[in-house]
Protein backbone atom coordinates (compact mmCIF):
# COMPACT_ATOMS: atom_id res chain seq x y z
CA UNK A 1 0.00 0.00 0.00
CA UNK A 2 1.15 3.42 -0.88
CA UNK A 3 1.36 5.90 2.13
CA UNK A 4 2.10 9.27 2.82
CA UNK A 5 4.58 9.67 5.66
CA UNK A 6 7.19 11.00 8.01
CA UNK A 7 9.90 8.96 9.35
CA UNK A 8 13.10 9.16 11.69
CA UNK A 9 11.90 12.93 12.48
CA UNK A 10 13.53 14.01 15.33
CA UNK A 11 11.74 16.06 18.24
CA UNK A 12 12.82 17.87 21.38
CA UNK A 13 10.80 16.72 24.45
CA UNK A 14 9.23 20.00 24.13
CA UNK A 15 8.00 19.27 21.01
CA UNK A 16 10.33 21.37 18.34
CA UNK A 17 11.82 19.69 15.39
CA UNK A 18 14.01 22.41 14.69
CA UNK A 19 15.83 25.50 16.66
CA UNK A 20 15.43 28.89 16.09
CA UNK A 21 17.29 30.88 13.37
CA UNK A 22 18.17 28.63 10.33
CA UNK A 23 20.84 29.73 8.40
CA UNK A 24 23.67 27.99 5.98
CA UNK A 25 25.58 27.76 9.55
CA UNK A 26 22.73 26.33 11.09
CA UNK A 27 20.80 24.33 8.93
CA UNK A 28 18.78 22.76 11.90
CA UNK A 29 18.38 26.02 13.49
CA UNK A 30 20.56 27.14 16.70
CA UNK A 31 21.02 23.74 19.09
CA UNK A 32 18.92 21.77 15.88
CA UNK A 33 21.58 19.08 15.64
CA UNK A 34 21.14 17.90 19.13
CA UNK A 35 17.80 16.39 18.14
CA UNK A 36 19.35 14.18 15.90
CA UNK A 37 22.16 12.46 17.93
CA UNK A 38 20.34 9.27 17.95
CA UNK A 39 20.62 9.04 13.87
CA UNK A 40 24.31 9.62 13.31
CA UNK A 41 25.78 6.86 15.08
CA UNK A 42 23.46 4.34 13.48
CA UNK A 43 24.88 2.14 10.32
CA UNK A 44 21.44 3.98 8.40
CA UNK A 45 23.15 7.22 8.87
CA UNK A 46 27.03 6.02 7.71
CA UNK A 47 25.76 4.26 4.89
CA UNK A 48 24.30 7.95 3.65
CA UNK A 49 26.92 9.55 4.46
CA UNK A 50 29.88 8.15 4.74
CA UNK A 51 32.08 7.74 7.63
CA UNK A 52 33.02 4.72 9.61
CA UNK A 53 29.89 1.94 9.58
CA UNK A 54 27.39 2.78 12.10
CA UNK A 55 25.99 0.54 14.68
CA UNK A 56 23.63 -1.98 12.71
CA UNK A 57 21.63 -3.66 15.93
CA UNK A 58 20.90 -1.18 17.40
CA UNK A 59 16.58 0.03 18.09
CA UNK A 60 17.59 3.14 16.99
CA UNK A 61 19.28 1.97 13.32
CA UNK A 62 16.12 -0.23 13.25
CA UNK A 63 13.96 2.89 13.01
CA UNK A 64 16.57 4.85 10.70
CA UNK A 65 16.80 2.02 7.86
CA UNK A 66 12.69 1.32 8.39
CA UNK A 67 12.34 5.05 7.39
CA UNK A 68 13.62 4.41 3.86
CA UNK A 69 12.24 1.29 3.00
CA UNK A 70 9.85 1.34 0.12
CA UNK A 71 9.57 5.13 -0.13
CA UNK A 72 9.21 5.71 -3.95
CA UNK A 73 9.57 9.78 -3.37
CA UNK A 74 10.23 12.68 -1.20
CA UNK A 75 8.78 16.08 -0.73
CA UNK A 76 11.12 18.70 0.61
CA UNK A 77 10.72 22.38 1.68
CA UNK A 78 12.62 24.71 0.47
CA UNK A 79 14.56 25.36 3.57
CA UNK A 80 15.51 21.59 4.29
CA UNK A 81 17.24 21.77 0.61
CA UNK A 82 19.36 24.83 0.98
CA UNK A 83 19.66 28.12 3.04
CA UNK A 84 18.79 30.09 -0.10
CA UNK A 85 15.57 32.07 0.11
CA UNK A 86 13.64 34.30 -2.49
CA UNK A 87 14.97 33.39 -6.16
CA UNK A 88 17.43 31.08 -7.20
CA UNK A 89 20.35 33.37 -7.90
CA UNK A 90 22.31 30.65 -10.10
CA UNK A 91 22.19 26.82 -10.49
CA UNK A 92 25.13 26.39 -8.42
CA UNK A 93 23.16 25.17 -5.18
CA UNK A 94 22.56 21.61 -5.18
CA UNK A 95 21.69 20.59 -1.64
CA UNK A 96 23.47 19.95 1.15
CA UNK A 97 23.92 16.34 0.21
CA UNK A 98 27.19 16.63 -2.34
CA UNK A 99 27.02 15.43 -5.63
CA UNK A 100 25.29 11.50 -4.79
CA UNK A 101 22.34 12.88 -1.90
CA UNK A 102 21.09 9.88 -0.16
CA UNK A 103 17.65 9.76 -1.80
CA UNK A 104 18.21 8.02 -5.20
CA UNK A 105 14.56 8.43 -5.63
CA UNK A 106 12.42 11.29 -7.23
CA UNK A 107 12.22 14.48 -4.69
CA UNK A 108 9.82 17.61 -4.88
CA UNK A 109 11.06 20.59 -3.52
CA UNK A 110 8.27 22.97 -2.67
CA UNK A 111 9.59 26.88 -3.83
CA UNK A 112 7.39 29.66 -4.53
CA UNK A 113 10.77 30.33 -7.13
CA UNK A 114 10.72 27.84 -10.26
CA UNK A 115 13.85 26.03 -11.12
CA UNK A 116 15.00 23.54 -13.73
CA UNK A 117 15.09 20.02 -12.36
CA UNK A 118 18.07 18.71 -11.15
CA UNK A 119 19.81 15.26 -11.80
CA UNK A 120 22.01 14.35 -9.11
CA UNK A 121 24.44 11.20 -9.10
CA UNK A 122 22.97 7.99 -7.82
CA UNK A 123 19.12 8.29 -8.77
CA UNK A 124 18.15 10.95 -6.92
CA UNK A 125 16.01 14.19 -9.26
CA UNK A 126 15.34 17.36 -7.74
CA UNK A 127 12.24 18.71 -8.65
CA UNK A 128 11.27 21.93 -7.81
CA UNK A 129 7.35 22.56 -7.79
CA UNK A 130 6.06 25.86 -7.80
CA UNK A 131 2.82 25.17 -7.41
CA UNK A 132 1.77 24.17 -3.71
CA UNK A 133 1.74 21.26 -1.58
CA UNK A 134 -1.26 19.40 -3.83
CA UNK A 135 0.53 19.38 -6.79
CA UNK A 136 3.70 17.75 -4.46
CA UNK A 137 1.88 15.43 -3.41
CA UNK A 138 0.17 14.05 -6.76
CA UNK A 139 3.45 14.51 -8.33
CA UNK A 140 5.41 12.29 -5.98
CA UNK A 141 2.26 10.00 -6.08
CA UNK A 142 2.56 9.57 -9.35
CA UNK A 143 7.18 9.00 -9.45
CA UNK A 144 6.91 6.79 -6.24
CA UNK A 145 4.86 4.22 -8.55
CA UNK A 146 3.04 2.25 -5.92
CA UNK A 147 5.47 3.01 -3.14
CA UNK A 148 5.48 5.25 0.06
CA UNK A 149 5.74 8.95 -0.46
CA UNK A 150 7.84 10.68 2.41
CA UNK A 151 7.23 14.29 3.52
CA UNK A 152 10.89 14.88 4.79
CA UNK A 153 10.07 18.02 6.57
CA UNK A 154 11.06 20.55 8.22
CA UNK A 155 8.38 21.44 10.65
CA UNK A 156 7.13 23.80 8.32
CA UNK A 157 6.28 21.43 5.79
CA UNK A 158 5.06 18.53 7.69
CA UNK A 159 2.91 21.02 9.30
CA UNK A 160 1.08 21.83 6.00
CA UNK A 161 0.93 18.15 4.63
CA UNK A 162 -1.07 17.90 8.16
CA UNK A 163 -3.11 20.29 8.33
CA UNK A 164 -4.36 19.09 5.31
CA UNK A 165 -5.11 15.56 5.81
CA UNK A 166 -2.79 13.82 3.58
CA UNK A 167 -0.33 12.07 6.29
CA UNK A 168 -0.85 8.37 7.15
CA UNK A 169 1.71 7.76 9.36
CA UNK A 170 4.65 9.60 11.33
CA UNK A 171 7.03 7.95 13.12
CA UNK A 172 8.71 10.54 15.29
CA UNK A 173 12.12 9.99 17.60
CA UNK A 174 12.14 12.06 20.65
CA UNK A 175 15.49 12.90 21.93
CA UNK A 176 16.19 13.92 25.45
CA UNK A 177 16.98 17.23 24.93
CA UNK A 178 14.79 20.64 25.62
CA UNK A 179 15.51 23.27 23.31
CA UNK A 180 12.52 26.01 24.33
CA UNK A 181 12.36 27.32 21.40
CA UNK A 182 12.07 27.14 18.00
CA UNK A 183 9.91 25.07 15.49
CA UNK A 184 7.14 23.36 17.44
CA UNK A 185 5.22 20.52 15.13
CA UNK A 186 2.11 20.20 17.06
CA UNK A 187 1.55 23.73 18.09
CA UNK A 188 -2.25 24.40 16.96
CA UNK A 189 -2.34 21.34 15.47
CA UNK A 190 -4.94 19.18 16.49
CA UNK A 191 -3.28 15.47 15.79
CA UNK A 192 -6.14 13.97 17.05
CA UNK A 193 -8.66 15.33 15.51
CA UNK A 194 -7.08 14.89 12.58
CA UNK A 195 -7.74 11.25 13.61
CA UNK A 196 -3.99 10.08 14.89
CA UNK A 197 -3.68 7.58 17.85
CA UNK A 198 -0.14 6.28 19.16
CA UNK A 199 0.76 2.82 17.88
CA UNK A 200 3.40 2.27 19.63
CA UNK A 201 6.60 3.86 22.02
CA UNK A 202 9.59 2.25 21.85
CA UNK A 203 12.94 2.93 24.00
CA UNK A 204 15.85 3.18 21.90
CA UNK A 205 19.68 3.74 22.64
CA UNK A 206 19.33 7.60 22.34
CA UNK A 207 15.59 8.47 21.32
CA UNK A 208 12.06 7.64 22.20
CA UNK A 209 10.59 6.26 19.03
CA UNK A 210 6.37 7.19 18.90
CA UNK A 211 5.12 5.69 15.84
CA UNK A 212 1.58 7.27 15.56
CA UNK A 213 -1.14 6.41 12.85
CA UNK A 214 -4.97 6.92 11.78
CA UNK B 1 17.99 19.47 50.73
CA UNK B 2 14.67 20.90 50.31
CA UNK B 3 13.85 21.48 46.62
CA UNK B 4 10.67 22.52 44.73
CA UNK B 5 9.12 19.76 42.19
CA UNK B 6 6.93 19.01 40.11
CA UNK B 7 6.37 15.02 39.87
CA UNK B 8 4.17 12.50 38.36
CA UNK B 9 3.06 15.21 36.13
CA UNK B 10 1.03 13.65 33.26
CA UNK B 11 1.49 15.12 29.73
CA UNK B 12 0.24 13.58 26.07
CA UNK B 13 3.15 12.99 23.65
CA UNK B 14 1.73 16.77 22.31
CA UNK B 15 2.43 17.98 25.34
CA UNK B 16 -0.93 18.57 27.06
CA UNK B 17 -0.96 18.16 31.15
CA UNK B 18 -4.46 18.54 30.56
CA UNK B 19 -7.76 18.20 27.94
CA UNK B 20 -9.91 21.24 27.28
CA UNK B 21 -13.01 21.96 28.63
CA UNK B 22 -12.58 21.13 33.06
CA UNK B 23 -15.70 20.90 34.92
CA UNK B 24 -16.83 18.68 37.82
CA UNK B 25 -17.55 16.39 35.15
CA UNK B 26 -13.84 15.99 34.00
CA UNK B 27 -12.04 17.39 36.51
CA UNK B 28 -8.90 17.22 34.40
CA UNK B 29 -10.94 18.19 30.96
CA UNK B 30 -12.23 16.50 27.89
CA UNK B 31 -10.19 12.96 27.68
CA UNK B 32 -7.81 13.85 30.93
CA UNK B 33 -7.80 11.15 32.55
CA UNK B 34 -6.36 9.36 29.67
CA UNK B 35 -2.87 11.11 30.65
CA UNK B 36 -3.14 9.21 33.90
CA UNK B 37 -3.58 5.64 32.89
CA UNK B 38 -0.13 4.90 34.00
CA UNK B 39 -0.51 5.71 37.39
CA UNK B 40 -4.06 4.11 37.91
CA UNK B 41 -2.65 0.32 38.09
CA UNK B 42 0.11 1.47 40.36
CA UNK B 43 0.29 0.42 44.29
CA UNK B 44 0.95 4.30 45.07
CA UNK B 45 -2.20 4.91 43.55
CA UNK B 46 -3.94 2.09 45.18
CA UNK B 47 -2.16 3.63 48.57
CA UNK B 48 -4.16 6.42 48.14
CA UNK B 49 -7.33 5.87 47.42
CA UNK B 50 -8.26 2.29 47.99
CA UNK B 51 -9.45 -0.75 45.58
CA UNK B 52 -7.66 -3.33 45.03
CA UNK B 53 -3.31 -3.34 45.96
CA UNK B 54 -1.73 -2.20 42.64
CA UNK B 55 1.55 -3.39 40.90
CA UNK B 56 4.18 -2.55 43.01
CA UNK B 57 7.39 -3.57 41.49
CA UNK B 58 6.55 -1.65 38.19
CA UNK B 59 8.69 0.89 37.00
CA UNK B 60 5.71 3.03 36.99
CA UNK B 61 5.00 2.35 40.63
CA UNK B 62 8.77 3.39 41.30
CA UNK B 63 8.20 6.92 40.19
CA UNK B 64 4.88 7.47 41.57
CA UNK B 65 6.35 6.20 44.93
CA UNK B 66 8.95 8.40 44.72
CA UNK B 67 7.10 11.43 43.53
CA UNK B 68 5.64 11.34 47.55
CA UNK B 69 8.91 10.87 48.92
CA UNK B 70 9.76 13.59 51.59
CA UNK B 71 7.57 16.03 50.52
CA UNK B 72 6.69 18.52 53.41
CA UNK B 73 4.15 20.68 51.83
CA UNK B 74 2.05 21.04 48.51
CA UNK B 75 0.98 23.63 46.51
CA UNK B 76 -2.63 23.42 44.07
CA UNK B 77 -3.88 25.43 41.53
CA UNK B 78 -7.81 26.19 42.53
CA UNK B 79 -8.99 24.39 39.63
CA UNK B 80 -7.18 21.13 41.14
CA UNK B 81 -8.74 21.42 44.44
CA UNK B 82 -12.26 21.79 42.79
CA UNK B 83 -14.58 22.70 40.09
CA UNK B 84 -15.55 25.96 41.97
CA UNK B 85 -15.14 29.31 40.44
CA UNK B 86 -15.55 32.73 41.84
CA UNK B 87 -16.17 33.26 45.63
CA UNK B 88 -16.72 29.90 47.92
CA UNK B 89 -20.05 30.24 48.95
CA UNK B 90 -20.18 28.18 51.53
CA UNK B 91 -17.26 25.44 52.73
CA UNK B 92 -19.15 22.17 51.47
CA UNK B 93 -16.74 21.81 48.88
CA UNK B 94 -13.42 19.73 50.64
CA UNK B 95 -11.45 18.65 47.89
CA UNK B 96 -12.11 16.07 45.13
CA UNK B 97 -10.39 13.07 47.79
CA UNK B 98 -13.26 12.84 50.71
CA UNK B 99 -12.86 13.25 54.56
CA UNK B 100 -9.33 12.04 54.69
CA UNK B 101 -7.27 13.65 51.05
CA UNK B 102 -4.08 11.96 50.08
CA UNK B 103 -1.47 14.62 51.13
CA UNK B 104 -1.08 13.90 54.62
CA UNK B 105 0.78 17.18 55.08
CA UNK B 106 -0.37 21.16 54.78
CA UNK B 107 -1.55 22.10 51.08
CA UNK B 108 -1.69 25.63 50.24
CA UNK B 109 -3.99 26.37 47.49
CA UNK B 110 -4.04 29.36 45.36
CA UNK B 111 -6.81 31.39 45.03
CA UNK B 112 -8.41 34.57 44.67
CA UNK B 113 -11.17 34.34 47.02
CA UNK B 114 -10.77 34.12 51.23
CA UNK B 115 -11.57 30.87 53.21
CA UNK B 116 -11.13 29.14 56.21
CA UNK B 117 -8.50 27.12 56.81
CA UNK B 118 -9.72 23.46 56.65
CA UNK B 119 -8.04 20.55 58.56
CA UNK B 120 -9.04 17.42 56.98
CA UNK B 121 -8.27 13.83 58.51
CA UNK B 122 -5.15 12.38 58.33
CA UNK B 123 -2.64 15.27 58.66
CA UNK B 124 -3.88 17.17 55.53
CA UNK B 125 -4.39 20.62 56.17
CA UNK B 126 -5.96 23.04 52.91
CA UNK B 127 -4.49 26.51 53.80
CA UNK B 128 -6.10 29.09 51.03
CA UNK B 129 -3.60 31.61 49.66
CA UNK B 130 -4.97 35.18 48.36
CA UNK B 131 -1.52 36.65 47.92
CA UNK B 132 0.05 34.76 45.13
CA UNK B 133 2.58 32.11 44.50
CA UNK B 134 5.40 33.68 45.70
CA UNK B 135 3.76 33.96 49.35
CA UNK B 136 2.37 30.70 48.53
CA UNK B 137 5.95 29.27 48.43
CA UNK B 138 7.36 31.28 51.23
CA UNK B 139 4.68 29.39 53.70
CA UNK B 140 5.19 26.12 51.81
CA UNK B 141 8.71 26.38 52.52
CA UNK B 142 7.98 27.45 56.03
CA UNK B 143 5.23 24.21 56.63
CA UNK B 144 7.45 21.70 54.50
CA UNK B 145 10.19 22.11 57.66
CA UNK B 146 13.38 21.30 55.31
CA UNK B 147 11.61 18.75 52.77
CA UNK B 148 10.53 19.12 49.45
CA UNK B 149 7.64 21.22 48.13
CA UNK B 150 5.67 19.92 45.64
CA UNK B 151 3.80 21.44 43.28
CA UNK B 152 1.18 19.24 42.30
CA UNK B 153 -0.48 21.80 39.61
CA UNK B 154 -2.47 21.90 37.37
CA UNK B 155 -0.77 23.06 34.22
CA UNK B 156 -1.17 27.09 34.62
CA UNK B 157 -0.11 26.47 38.13
CA UNK B 158 2.75 24.61 37.38
CA UNK B 159 3.76 27.37 34.15
CA UNK B 160 3.01 30.41 36.50
CA UNK B 161 6.23 28.51 39.08
CA UNK B 162 7.94 27.76 36.25
CA UNK B 163 8.04 31.24 34.94
CA UNK B 164 9.23 32.47 38.27
CA UNK B 165 12.19 30.16 38.17
CA UNK B 166 11.15 28.71 41.07
CA UNK B 167 10.89 25.21 40.02
CA UNK B 168 14.41 23.08 40.36
CA UNK B 169 13.00 19.29 39.36
CA UNK B 170 10.20 18.22 37.18
CA UNK B 171 9.23 14.29 36.04
CA UNK B 172 6.92 14.58 33.99
CA UNK B 173 5.56 10.96 32.51
CA UNK B 174 4.60 10.83 29.36
CA UNK B 175 1.75 9.13 28.45
CA UNK B 176 1.17 6.97 24.80
CA UNK B 177 -1.82 9.44 23.90
CA UNK B 178 -2.73 12.49 21.97
CA UNK B 179 -5.04 15.06 23.12
CA UNK B 180 -5.07 17.85 20.51
CA UNK B 181 -5.83 20.23 22.89
CA UNK B 182 -6.08 20.80 26.26
CA UNK B 183 -3.41 22.87 28.54
CA UNK B 184 -0.07 22.69 26.92
CA UNK B 185 2.85 22.69 29.63
CA UNK B 186 5.85 24.57 27.56
CA UNK B 187 3.79 26.22 25.33
CA UNK B 188 5.86 29.55 25.24
CA UNK B 189 8.36 28.77 28.02
CA UNK B 190 11.69 28.47 27.05
CA UNK B 191 12.80 25.53 29.66
CA UNK B 192 16.00 25.41 28.41
CA UNK B 193 16.40 28.88 28.85
CA UNK B 194 15.52 28.29 32.48
CA UNK B 195 18.50 26.23 32.73
CA UNK B 196 16.69 23.03 32.62
CA UNK B 197 18.54 20.08 30.96
CA UNK B 198 17.25 16.52 30.82
CA UNK B 199 18.11 14.28 33.44
CA UNK B 200 16.90 10.99 32.44
CA UNK B 201 14.55 9.44 30.14
CA UNK B 202 13.30 5.77 31.64
CA UNK B 203 10.36 4.13 29.85
CA UNK B 204 7.99 2.63 31.95
CA UNK B 205 5.09 -0.04 31.75
CA UNK B 206 2.63 2.72 30.37
CA UNK B 207 4.50 5.86 30.29
CA UNK B 208 7.56 7.41 29.50
CA UNK B 209 9.62 8.71 32.67
CA UNK B 210 11.49 11.86 31.86
CA UNK B 211 13.44 13.60 34.49
CA UNK B 212 14.01 17.53 34.10
CA UNK B 213 16.72 19.22 36.51
CA UNK B 214 18.69 22.43 36.56
Not at 17 to 31: E, M
Not at 100 to 114: C, E, G, I
Not at 185 to 195: D, Q, R, V, Y
Request: aromatic share 10%.
Amino acid sequence: MSNVRVAAFSLSLDGFGAGPNQNIDNPLGIRGTELHQWFFPTKAFSSMHGGPEGESTSIDNGFAERSFENVGAWILGRNMFGPIRGPWNDDSWKGWWGDSPPYHVPVFVLTHHARATLTMDGGTTFYFVTDGIESALTKAREAAGGKDVRIGGGVSTIRQYLSAGHIDEMHLAFSPVLLGEGESLFHGINASELGFTVSSVVSGERATHVTLAR
